[in-house]
């Protein structure tokens, strides 16, 4: 069974940084993209950053320049350093990856169990 599993969070004052990482567990599989996103009750969810197995990487307009994604692909872990955080980066932070099982065709989509991002002086 694969699972993402995620680690970090909290709360941090204005201006603070946090580091999130997300490790895909298990065996036999393969993982292409993983990306970041976020949730705030009554809203969708967006993304936040995703980075390509070759390493392409885009981010959302508002958080360029503050934050970074990047992965381990040794390790099957994606990571989120968040910088210079403000009130509004409060939210439930989800990794998620495209995984293919070993001996079938197509990629899938798993979610980590989420993380919840406070910036509150």
């Known amino acids: 069974q694969v699972q993402l599993v995620e680690s970090g969070g909290g709360l941090v004052q204005p201006g603070g940084s946090l580091r999130l990482s997300c490790a895909a567990s298990?065996?036999?599989?393969?993982?292409?993209?993983m990306g970041w996103f976020r949730q705030t009750p009554g809203k969708q969810r967006e993304l936040v950053a995703g980075?390509?197995?070759?390493?392409?990487?885009n981010y959302r307009d508002s958080v360029k320049g503050r934050f970074t994604i990047s992965r381990d692909n040794a390790k099957n872990t994606v990571y989120l350093q968040l910088n210079s955080l403000k009130p509004e980066d409060t939210a439930v932070y989800y990794c998620?990856?495209?995984?293919?099982?070993?001996?079938?065709?197509?990629?899938?989509?798993?979610w980590g169990q989420g993380s919840q991002v406070t910036v509150s002086s």
């Open positions: 998620n990856a495209g995984i293919k099982r070993l001996g079938t065709s197509s990629y899938y989509d798993y």
């Open positions: 298990g065996s036999g599989f393969s993982i292409a993209d």
């Open positions: 980075i390509s197995s070759d390493g392409r990487i």
